[in-house]
């Protein structure tokens, strides 16, 4: 059931003076450095922007008790590039 703090909260995140400082995010991928690349040439043709950063996932213990990583890219496409402020 709702509450008027879930409520509160919910306003808080659809304030309209926040969606308005940046270009609005379309989709989240997540790549390997190959596919990011691709999807960043691709929308660099079609005026679009984009947020790329990397993470490791740490992955479940295997039957020897190790754990391992991958890297994980992830590519956030804007619906244009984003601009910034130079001080």
Known sequence: MSTDEDFAELTQLLDTEELEEGPR?????????????????????LGLGVRLHNRLRIEEADEDGEESASEEWILDLLESPP???ED
């Open 25 to 45: 995010l379309i989709a989240t991928h997540y790549a390997t450095p190959e596919e990011a690349i691709e999807m960043v040439r691709a929308a660099q043709l």
């Open 83 to 85: 601009e910034v402020d």
